[in-house]
Structures are given as structure tokens and as C-alpha cells.
């Protein structure tokens, strides 16, 4: 109970005592006596003493309670983690505790009555008057940010906390030290400056592993933004089917053990593209230990890493390569320990000596080969060792039943430091090398004793250095001594009878414009001024890179041949003039036998026609039969006037010798249409009826030979004859719509009225051809020059 709640009671209690008192006086015999109403006065007034005293102590105790209080208080405003200051209204320190002396690196003491103003810096004084100013104008509480000027001339960024007391006359200040938050701001920011400018990737999660920030370079490579991967695990969405396991669980367990991590895992991007990156994640705490964040910084090495695997491919490729060669390839130290070989050498080793090497074993070991082998290969690895490096050919015995095997062995040492330390070694089995040698050399002799024989030599020419190469063969055709000749396009060029080399000087421009294919027949002129024809051919090479571009080919001394053919054309020449002539004579025999014919046997023929007619109408005729008989004869008669003719025509037609060639050709074609059915068209133009009787002869044999074929073998039903002159050249073209002629049976025996057609072409000096029309049938064409056409009677 309070002080004054117990004297509150202790009147009442005693108003009412007075009151039973006096009531108790009006009414005698009733209620208490008056010795018990002044017992319990009397005790009310002890109980109102004793209330008193416990009043005064209790006053005691409260003010010791606020000394107490003020006491602990002083003790918590001087030892207070922040700082503060009493200051009052014009910023003067009143007081202040420990803290705040040390963040000014001034005694205490010496602070009091000081301005804390004069330790503002002088860009924050104007935001410090302001808190100040708002304190005492009735805020309840105030802050501001300001610097302070420190002792050691280090600015200190602090945070101002501010209220006014009571009686409005003194404020306290709490003051908060937010340096090292304002540097980590800073560092952030600079660090969100390095992130958005750096070319690696930067990623921040939150505790949970859940993207908070990417940079500009993470969207760049993954072509992921920021929107897209916000709150994602960045495992979920960059790892894919190639990504080791090993290093996703190894990513799982550094974050659950909240440690720093740096790991190079193969990512892909959105588009589906493979890249490799080099993590670093760090952890990042509060000052309560507690996990926040995680940072990573990721270096794409995507570049380094395929070269990485290239090289690991090429090393591998390397050994695969080696151990799939035949060829022996092995290292030894210089105490002939084995470094590496390739299996070729292995095996061979192993069957020679029936034990497998393996690397550090002696390769000369004494219970495995003989003295003598052992000093012959210890004298060549030697030679090596001492930094000689040389090529050895050397035969082994592996197998009696297979023979002697030859190989070529490469020593060369192995340097480290400009020491020799080893030598390395390879061997190639050059047994088929040799057989094909030894083959090779017996070839050239039976080729050269064949080139001798069939006069063929061999030459090559580099267009670039216009060098030339000549083999034993050409200087023997060409008569030329291979020790004295000086050989040289020039100089062989010079050997070419001069009316040849303008043809030779075209040859020439054809190679070196790169044709495939190069061939010419010239003379060239023996010192003792004797001709020899020569057949030259040669091959352009297509060079391979650091080639040279050149020719070879064959030359071949022909002069005998020339000659031969000379006589083979003259004996042709003669056959055709001979042949020429008995078709002249031919068909000068079939004129008198068409005219003899036709005069003697056609006028008989007539005359026994008349006779008969006149026995017919002169005498009796008793019998039908006798009638039918006569009209029998006289037809037959008519029959064989008109076969005579006909064989008088085809034997030389008279409009041929009458008319002349056009008339003769649309006559005979006249005639093959209504024989044969076939449709014909005959077109002429500018022909002549004035040509020499055995042009006319020719051309016209040549038609009736071109039907002929079209009624044999064409299958046509339409022939197109033209006859014209164009350019002085006399035209025969006849062209049919059948199934044309193949080019394999032109020369055949059966095309013997081919032949004849060429024959007379050429006796004409005409050019004959047969040919397969792109549209189908034959097309045969006569072109004779006008000059040799014209009559010459």
C-alpha cells in the first residue's frame, strides 16, 4: 500500500470510530461500551503512527531507488557500445560517454564545453545545423548522415540519432559509426561496375542457391536475361546431357558445406551450344555468421578447353597411330633401358626372344641375345648417344622358312638440356622395298632394251624453269652425245626442221595454257643433214602443292614408218586412179550397153510387137484360144519392151546424160517414191546443168546409193533430197525419218555401198558423211568444191 492510500484509510477508520462514539452516547445500553470505543481510537491512532513511519521509509527507499537508478544509468550512457553526447541548443558538448571520446581521438575531459560542429566536416555541417535546428523545434526524434573529422584525419561516415529532453534546453545524441557500411556500399558499387563491365559471367543467389543478379556478359554467353533465370537454379537449367555428374555432385556438396568452391564444368547455352566456364562460388555472411548469399564468377574457357581436347585427341590419335603401324618405333635411356615402344616393336621382340618388354627393362639383356648382337647394337646406340644421328640398313633372320627380313633403322638421339639423355628410334621393314628394287632395276633394263627397239624415249619439261630432261633413248634417236649436248629447249628446238617448228612453237602455247593432252609429228635434221620424223605425245601433271607444273611424255623415232605410209599412200593413190578409172570405164561400158540396148534390142523388140499386131488384125481367127494366144504375145512383147528399158535406165539413165544432174535426181526420186511408197521431197536451188560428166556420174551413184540404204535399213517413211549450191560448194544432202544408223556398223563388211560412196566422194575431191539425226533417221551429205565440178568440155 502507498503512502498516501494508507493515510486515506486511516481517516476513514477513524470517522467512523468518532461517529459509533457519538451515537453511542444518544442511545445508552446499545452497541459497544465507551472503554471499548476508546480502545479501538487508541488503536487506530497507534496503527495511524506506525502508517507513518513506514511512510518515511519507504520514502527513503525510493529516493536511494533513484540514486540507484541515476548511478547505473551514468554507468550505461559511459560505457554504451555507441556513442552519445548531451549537447546543447548552439551544439555545445555537455557530456559525453567513452565511445564518442574515442571516435573524436580526444580525451574526454577535454571534449566538455567543446562545439561538435567544429568535427563536422565542412560539406555535412549544413545537414548537422538542420538536425540540430529540428530537435529543439518539438521532433520527437531526429537523423541525419554527416562526416566526422577524426584525430588521425580519417573521415568517419557516422549516423546521427537525436532527442530532445524535457525541459527543451539539452538534447542526446546517439552516435553511429557506418563507415565500414558505407565503404561495403561503396565496394558494391564497384564491384556491380567491374560485374556489368567484365567479360566474366557474374551470378549471385540467395542462401538457397536461387538467382538474384546476372551481368551483362552472363546473358551475352547463355543467352539468358535476368527475367528469365530470376529465382532459378542455375544447375537447372545450364547443365545438359554432357555434363559430368561427378561435377554436379561435387557443386551439391560445396553448398551444402557452405565453403568456397572453384570447379571447370561444360554448360549449354539456351540455343542448345556447348561451353565451358571455370566457377569460383564464395559464401557470403552476415556479422551473425549467418549465410546469405552466393557469389560466382565464371571464366568461359570454352576455347582453352577445346584445345585442351583437341590435344588430348591428337595425343591420343598420335598413339593410335603409332600402334597401328607396322613400322617399329621404341626409345631407350643411356644405360639401354626402354623409355616407350609401339606394339610392332613389342611383338617383334617378344617373338624373337619370347619374353614381353616392358618399360625400364634392358633391351640388350645378356640372357635374351647373343654376345655378338648385343656389341653390334650397343655400338650403334653409342654412336647415337655421342649425338650422331645416321640411318642404318640391317637384316634379321626371324624365320628361316620366310627368309631373310631387311630393315632401315633412323637412330637419333634425344637432347634435354643440350644433353644427350637417350636415343630415340625407328624402324621400317623395307624387305618388299628391296624385292620391288631389285624388280624394278631388271624392269628398266627390259624397258630401256624395249625403248632401244621400239626407238621410244622419254622426256619430261618443267614450264616454270623451262627445263628439260631427256632419257638415253632420245639422245640416241636424236644422234646426240648425252656427255657433250647441251640440253636446252633452245637447243632442242633447233633440231626441228625449220618448216616443222611454227607447228611445234603451237604445241608449245597449247602447254603452257595446260592442256591434258599434247601431240605433233615433225622432222628434225641430222648433222649430216638427214631428215627424221618424229611422233611426239606427252601429259600435262597436275602438280600436288609445292609441285612443279610440267610435262612429260614419249618421243618416237617414226622414219620408217613415214616411209611406209609414203608408199602406202602412193599404192592407194595408184588404187584409186585405178579404180577410178574402171568406173569410168564401167560406166562408159554400161552407156553402150544402155544405148545397144535400147537401140538395137528396143527397135527389135518393136518391130516383132508390130508383126504381131498385123498377123492379129489380118488373119482369120477361128478360136477364142487363138484370140487369148495372140493377146498374150503382144503383151509379153509390151513386158519386154518395157524391162529392156528399164534396164537401158538403170544402167546409165539417159535424162542424167540428156538433162542433166537436177533433172536425173528428181527423176530417180520420182521413181523411188512410186516403187518403194516412200514419200519424197526434193528441194533444189542454184544448181548447174553444165558439171563435168563424172561429177554428174558420182553424185548421182552416191543418190541411188543413199536409197538404197533407206530402203534396206531405215524403216522410213519420208526422205527429204536436197540439191543446191552454197559458198561454191555443190550440196547433196538426202535425209530420211527412220531409225537412223548406228556408229558401230559404219565400218562393217555388210556397208560396202558406204565405202563405194566415200570412194567416189574422193575422186570427186568431195567430202562424204553419214550421219544420226538428234530428231531421228539418217542424214547422208556431199560437198564437193564448185571449181572441180564445172564442165570442162
Known amino acids: ?160 540519432t537525436g532527442i530532445s529532453t524535457k525541459n527543451k534546453v539539452q538534447c542526446l545524441v546517439n552516435v553511429a559509426d557506418i563507415t565500414k557500411l558505407i565503404e561495403a556500399e561503396n565496394l558494391i558499387r564497384d564491384l556491380s561496375l567491374i560485374a556489368t563491365q567484365t567479360d566474366n559471367l557474374v551470378i549471385i543467389t540467395d542462401a538457397k542457391g536461387a538467382i538474384e543478379y546476372v551481368n551483362n556478359a552472363f ?18 537449367f545450364l547443365q545438359g546431357p554432357e555434363t559430368n555428374p561427378e561435377n554436379k555432385a561435387a557443386f551439391s556438396r560445396a553448398l551444402v558445406k557452405r565453403k568456397a568452391f572453384t570447379q571447370e564444368i561444360l554448360n549449354y547455352t539456351r540455343s542448345g551450344k556447348k561451353y565451358w566456364v571455370s566457377i569460383s562460388i564464395n559464401p557470403v555472411f552476415n556479422n551473425n555468421g549467418k549465410l546469405e548469399k552466393f557469389i560466382a564468377i565464371e571464366q568461359d574457357i570454352t576455347e582453352r578447353k577445346e584445345g585442351e581436347l583437341q590435344r588430348e585427341f591428337e595425343h591420343q590419335d598420335k598413339e593410335a597411330l603409332i600402334n597401328s603401324t607396322n613400322d617399329l618405333i621404341w626409345s631407350i635411356k643411356n644405360d639401354f633401358t626402354l623409355i616407350a615402344a609401339n606394339k610392332a616393336f613389342l611383338n617383334l621382340m617378344k617373338r624373337t626372344t619370347n619374353y614381353e618388354f616392358i618399360k625400364g627393362d634392358n633391351i640388350l639383356a645378356t640372357n635374351l641375345f647373343t654376345e655378338d648382337d648385343i656389341d653390334y647394337c650397343k655400338n650403334q646406340y653409342q654412336k647415337a648417344l655421342l649425338g650422331e644421328s645416321f640411318i642404318l640398313e640391317t637384316e634379321m633372320n626371324e624365320n628361316p622358312k620366310s627368309g631373310s627380313k631387311f630393315f632401315e633403322t633412323n637412330f637419333n638421339p634425344i637432347y634435354v638440356n643440350s644433353e644427350v639423355v637417350g636415343v630415340a628410334c625407328f624402324a621400317r621393314d623395307i624387305t618388299e622395298y628391296k624385292r620391288n628394287k631389285e624388280a624394278l632395276i631388271k624392269y628398266n633394263k627390259k624397258l630401256q632394251t624395249a625403248q632401244e627397239i621400239a626407238k621410244l624415249g622419254y622426256w619430261e619439261l618443267n614450264l616454270k624453269t623451262r627445263k628439260l630432261f631427256w632419257s638415253d633413248e632420245v639422245y640416241t634417236i636424236w644422234e646426240k652425245d648425252k656427255d657433250k649436248f647441251e640440253l636446252t629447249l633452245e637447243s632442242f628446238i633447233a633440231t626441228i626442221y625449220p618448216e616443222d617448228r611454227p607447228g611445234f612453237h603451237e604445241l608449245m602455247k597449247d602447254a603452257r595454257q595446260g592442256k591434258k593432252h599434247i601431240e605433233t609429228k615433225y622432222r628434225i635434221q641430222l648433222k649430216n643433214g638427214s631428215l627424221k620424223w618424229i611422233l611426239e605425245s606427252g601429259n600435262f601433271i597436275k602438280p600436288g602443292k609445292d609441285q612443279p607444273i610440267h610435262y612429260e611424255g614419249t618421243v618416237q623415232d617414226i622414219t620408217s614408218q613415214k616411209e611406209f605410209e609414203s608408199k602406202i599412200l602412193d599404192a592407194n593413190r595408184k588404187l584409186r586412179s585405178l579404180t577410178s578409172h574402171l568406173q569410168t570405164i564401167q560406166e562408159e561400158e554400161r552407156i553402150n550397153i544402155a544405148r545397144e540396148i535400147h537401140d538395137e534390142l528396143g527397135q527389135q523388140l518393136t518391130g516383132i510387137k508390130l508383126d504381131a499386131s498385123w498377123i492379129k488384125n489380118k488373119c482369120k481367127i477361128h478360136f477364142k484360144e487363138e484370140e487369148e494366144r495372140m493377146d498374150r504375145l503382144i503383151n509379153n512383147i509390151n513386158t519386154t519392151i518395157n524391162n529392156v528399158r528399164k534396164i537401158a535406165t538403170n544402167l546409165r539413165p539417159g535424162v542424167l546424160d540428156d538433162l542433166g544432174l537436177e533433172a536425173a535426181i528428181e527423176w530417180q526420186a520420182a521413181q523411188f517414191e512410186e516403187q518403194t511408197g516412200i514419200s519424197s521431197l526434193f528441194k533444189t536451188s542454184n544448181v548447174l546443168d553444165n558439171y563435168d560428166k563424172t561429177v554428174n556420174t558420182a553424185v548421182y551413184r552416191i543418190f541411188q546409193e543413199a536409197l538404197t540404204n533407206v530402203t534396206r535399213h531405215a524403216n522410213a517413211s519420208k526422205v527429204i533430197i536436197e540439191l543446191y549450191e552454197k559458198n561454191s560448194i555443190l550440196v547433196l544432202e538426202v535425209a530420211d525419218n527412220g531409225k537412223g544408223i548406228w556408229e558401230t556398223k559404219k565400218d562393217k563388211i555388210q556397208s560396202l555401198g558406204i565405202t563405194g560412196m566415200k570412194e567416189r566422194a574422193i575422186m570427186i575431191d568431195g567430202t562424204f558423211s553419214i550421219k544420226k539425226r538428234k530428231e531421228g533417221g539418217t542424214i547422208v551429205r556431199l560437198s564437193v568444191p564448185l571449181l572441180n565440178l564445172k564442165s570442162q568440155n
Open 1 to 160: 500500500m502507498d503512502h498516501e492510500g494508507s493515510k486515506f484509510e486511516v481517516s476513514i477508520l477513524r470517522r467512523k470510530a468518532e461517529e459509533l462514539l457519538k451515537n453511542n452516547q444518544k442511545k445508552p445500553g446499545a452497541g459497544l461500551s465507551e472503554v471499548e470505543i476508546l480502545k479501538l481510537i487508541h488503536e487506530i491512532e497507534v496503527h495511524q503512527i506506525e502508517l507513518e513511519l513506514q511512510n518515511e521509509e519507504l520514502k527513503v527507499a525510493k529516493d536511494r531507488a533513484i540514486e540507484l537508478a541515476s548511478e547505473k544509468y551514468a554507468e550505461l550512457y559511459d560505457f554504451a557500445p555507441s556513442g552519445y553526447f548531451t549537447l546543447s541548443k548552439d551544439g555545445e558538448i555537455i557530456d559525453l560517454n567513452i565511445e564518442a571520446s574515442k571516435m573524436l581521438g580526444k580525451e574526454r575531459a577535454g571534449l566538455i564545453k567543446s562545439r561538435l560542429g567544429f568535427f563536422v566536416s565542412d560539406d555535412t555541417k549544413h545537414n548537422f545545423n538542420n538536425f540540430l535546428k529540428n530537435i529543439f523545434a518539438g521532433n520527437e526524434k531526429e537523423t541525419c548522415l554527416v562526416t566526422l573529422l577524426t584525430n588521425d584525419d580519417l573521415p568517419m561516415f557516422v549516423h546521427l
Open 219 to 236: 546473358e551475352k554467353l547463355t543467352e539468358y536475361t535476368l527475367e528469365e533465370v530470376e529465382g532459378k537454379k542455375p544447375g537447372s
